[in-house]
């Protein structure tokens, strides 16, 4: 069996595209609301497409699957962040 | 660099808070609420009330003298500019707050001496600690000690507050959800611009602990006499309990039954560990005040 992370990156299974609907976020221009959502606390589950900023608590969303490597931004604090995988979860990590 | 420090635009402010989440709204909640009648009917309720309105504007009031002592320390002109917005959402808060004990029935004329009266003397010794290096223009350990400490504990003890009034005051849980838009970006400038000044600028550590660890000692005692005061039943905090009905949470606790012993322990344990892990993050140990 081939190791999927050996193949080259056109071979890799493409990234699964989300449409964004508005989720009632308004902390940030117009514009850029259906980017993010509130997390809802502990019962809440990130979808493939989300990130959850440890700076500030608000769920990132992309129209695209994020995967380790991504850089996204959290407007509503202003910080960068990148994914990595740490025990089989993405994590946002601030860069500074 | 260049981009991150752009984000810091008053453009992008004006765009996300007086034309975002503050549109429509009137000192931070909808038109048409007003603080609940078994609240003003209730005395000791209502007392209690005011008591925490006060810890609020104290807060905030030693938050708008940093914010703005901050604008002639900051080195760059994006940090002035942002800390300027800062400033603003500041003397806002005050406001807000302010109004809050006006609603609770304080008259205008008996602010000052309800403030004196109520406020927390751990609180105006946490205030002491930060405004001092502020007065010394020290950029890094004023940062810190505002957008970092001071914001932290605002960030947890704000969505404490709002978890408790969601259900029993939407009046105030809608004020106390634009706060908690504006600390995102409080903390998010704390982090974002102290993260890239301790590692340029590493000898300041130990002072900055130093502050942190003193400002520390001071909250975890303004907790402790501020829940020791509240003296009782749950409903006083957070609205008589709706039977059959499930209280409001706040990290997994049941306002609406927790003892003050168990709420105040929940509050330091949250602001505590989102310090250690935010300090983490920048490059700062965290000082235990024991």
Redesign the interface.
């Known amino acids: 069996m081939t190791d999927p992370l050996e193949l080259p990156t056109s071979a890799r299974r493409p990234r699964q595209t989300f449409e964004l609907e508005e989720t009632g976020f308004?902390?940030?221009?117009?514009r850029f609301r259906r980017f993010y959502r509130r997390w809802r606390g502990?019962g809440d589950k990130l979808g493939p497409n989300e990130a959850l900023c440890?700076?500030?608590k608000?769920v990132i969303r992309s129209t695209k699957e994020l995967r380790a490597g991504d850089r996204v931004y959290?407007?509503?604090?202003?910080?960068?962040l990148e994914l990595v995988e740490e025990e089989g979860m993405l994590i946002a990590k601030?860069i500074? | 660099m260049a981009d991150?420090l752009a984000?810091?635009s008053i453009q992008?402010w004006l765009?996300?808070c007086p034309?975002?989440?503050l549109e429509d709204t009137v000192y931070g909640h909808g038109p048409d609420e007003s603080e609940p009648a078994e609240l003003l009917q209730n005395d000791d309720y209502r007392e209690q009330q005011i008591r925490t309105t006060v810890q609020l504007i104290a807060g905030e009031r030693c938050a708008l003298a940093a914010s703005s002592g901050l604008v002639n320390a900051a080195p760059d002109q994006a940090s002035k500019t942002f800390l300027a917005t800062q400033t603003l959402d500041e003397g806002r808060h005050v406001e807000i707050f302010t109004q809050r004990l006006y609603d609770l029935g304080v008259k205008p004329n008996d602010l000052e001496t309800t403030i004196k009266t109520y406020i927390n003397p751990h609180l105006g010794k946490f205030a002491e600690v930060l405004l001092e290096k502020i007065d010394k223009k020290d950029f890094v350990a004023g940062v810190v000690g505002q957008n970092i400490v001071l914001e932290g504990m605002a960030f947890s003890v704000f969505e404490m507050l709002h978890a408790g009034a969601e259900a029993s005051n939407p009046k105030f849980a809608h004020t106390l959800s634009g706060t908690i838009?504006d600390e995102?970006?409080h903390?998010?400038?704390g982090?974002?611009r102290i993260?890239?000044l301790i590692?340029r600028y590493p000898e300041k550590k130990p002072e900055v602990q130093r502050m942190q660890r003193e400002m520390t000692k001071h909250m975890l005692a303004t907790f402790h006499e501020a829940f020791a005061r509240n003296g009782s039943p749950a409903e006083a905090r957070t609205g008589a309990p709706q039977k059959d009905r499930a209280g409001p949470t706040y990290q997994?606790l049941n306002l609406a039954e927790a003892s003050n012993e168990e709420m105040e322990s929940a509050l330091s344990a949250t602001v505590l560990k989102e310090f250690k892990?935010?300090l983490g993050?920048?490059g700062l140990e965290y000082q235990s005040p024991n």
């Open positions: 308004n902390e940030v221009p117009k502990a440890p700076v500030c608000v959290c407007m509503p604090c202003m910080s960068r601030v500074y | 991150f984000n810091y992008k765009e996300s034309q975002g989440y838009a995102r970006r903390v998010g400038f982090e974002n993260g890239e590692r997994g892990t935010r993050r920048i």
